[in-house]
């Protein structure tokens, strides 16, 4: 008898000639793999038997030596990829085993391990045999290449990088200082100031080491602005880039009135003079990148969904005002908690309560970030939430808003979800890692 017929299939049909156990094994297969693709994990008790034993170095932490904890592992897997799809391409056996290779799709929106949800897709290959006794699968080895998997999902830099970011002789700008100084053209800090509709800004941009032009970051600031984010700014000047900080009208004694439509008209007021002083500053016109933390988020997506020339733009747990207009309708409480903290907000000049609320209740379409989506096609888009952000919450905002930038196709997105709270305050280097290999990604295209 030839033991390994092999049998190339689709679904459960053998399409060469076998023997009757070979093709009843191949069945117990590609149905127990139907059955998980439906999420029908009942139906497993008649594919698998109660003392399943399953080897993976993929998951050498993992331990399977009963049905109820294979269970507990594929309900594990649901949490962190809940649309995973498992396609069998090839699939031949004998009497006692099968072998398969199959595909593995889905998108990490859940916890994986120590690994936080990215919201990426990932795509992967594995090669899988099962032995059969007494018609059920009693033994499972199954691998895949976990590096690739875990670079797809975003856990991990490309391998090149990987070994970048391992190697002891490689600068690192989040943890180490500059190694050289160019004399001529030192790393500083210049005091500054610019115009927006006639008003008088306040700022300060850090510029980087060396002559020439840098690709240049707006860093953006929050509401009202005490989280300034300017370690991260100081970890950009050291990978090379220039950063300018700066408070919007009305903010921090800026001159002008404080409102959220103005936030909106100095983010283009401060691109437009960094085009203009670009030679005195060292600024690369065409790399100014705009990141923004809380309110500062969503004033860079807005930035940059208003300037077609803006290529890249992160978010760190922005805040949707789009969604907090709907909050203010839904609950008059939380228009009321939000107007009572404006109030009390006395670094930002002529900003009330009363008035807070009725301009974004009155710019609830415009204020949407998730409307955004077509006009960020084409851009390099960074979306950064925090899991335990109890003040822009991500089931109101981070998830949404993935949500509908990953329906526009066009849209280069990048997601990460860090642990944390609403301004990082645990994962500070983590959070600086993350946006700065984004934005490495921006000035190397």
């Not at 329906?407 to 280097?429: C, N, Q």
Request: negative net charge.
């Amino acid at each position: 008898m030839n033991r390994f017929a092999c049998v190339l299939i689709v679904l459960t049909v053998c399409a060469l000639p076998c023997q009757a156990d070979e093709a009843g094994n191949i069945r117990i297969v590609t149905a127990a793999t139907e059955a998980i693709n439906k999420r029908d994990l009942a139906a497993l008790d008649a594919y698998i038997s109660e003392h399943v034993v399953r080897h993976s170095a993929a998951t050498a932490g993992v331990v399977v030596t009963n049905l109820a904890e294979f269970r507990a592992f594929l309900e594990t897997d649901f949490t962190s990829i809940p649309d995973s799809v498992q396609d069998i391409e090839i699939i031949f056996g004998n009497d006692d085993f099968v072998a398969v290779r199959a595909s593995y799709r889905g998108t990490q929106t859940g916890p994986m391990g120590p690994f936080p949800a990215t919201g990426k897709k990932i795509v992967l290959w594995y090669m899988a045999m099962f032995r059969i006794e007494d018609g059920k699968i009693a033994e499972i080895w199954v691998e895949w290449d976990n590096l690739d998997a875990l670079t797809q999902l975003g856990h991990l830099p490309p391998p090149g990088d990987l070994w970048e970011a391992t190697n002891d002789s490689v600068y690192d700008p989040i943890t180490q200082d500059p190694e050289t100084i160019d004399i001529d053209n030192p790393p500083a800090i210049l005091e500054l100031n610019f115009e927006s509709q006639g008003k008088r800004l306040n700022g300060i941009l850090y510029m980087a080491n060396g002559s020439g032009s840098h690709p240049t970051v707006i860093l953006l600031h929050g509401f009202p602005g005490n989280e300034k984010n300017l370690d991260l700014a100081q970890a950009l000047r050291r990978d090379g880039l220039n950063v300018l900080f700066f408070h919007y009208r009305g903010a921090w004694g800026s001159e002008g009135v404080y409102s959220f439509t103005h936030v909106i008209e100095d983010v283009a007021s401060a691109i437009q003079m960094l085009r203009t002083r670009a030679a005195e500053y060292r600024v690369d016109p065409e790399h100014i990148y705009l990141i923004g933390h809380s309110l500062g988020g969503f004033a860079a997506l807005q930035g940059a969904a208003r300037d077609n020339s803006i290529a890249c733009v992160a978010a760190i747990a922005p805040g949707d005002l789009g969604v907090l207009a709907q909050l203010f309708e839904a609950d008059a409480e939380v228009a009321q908690g939000f107007a009572t903290y404006s109030d009390s907000a006395q670094m930002l000049s002529g900003l009330t309560g009363v008035g807070a609320v009725a301009e974004i209740t009155s710019n609830a379409e415009v204020f949407s970030l998730q409307s955004l989506a077509p006009l960020l096609a084409g851009k390099s888009v960074l979306l950064i939430g925090a899991d335990k952000d109890s003040v822009v919450p991500t089931e109101l905002n981070h998830f949404p808003l993935v949500a509908a930038y990953e329906a526009e196709p066009e849209i280069d997105l990048t997601v990460r979800l860090l642990s944390g709270d609403h301004p990082f305050s645990w994962t500070r280097i983590e959070l600086m890692r993350e946006v700065l290999v984004w934005a490495r990604s921006c000035h190397r295209e």
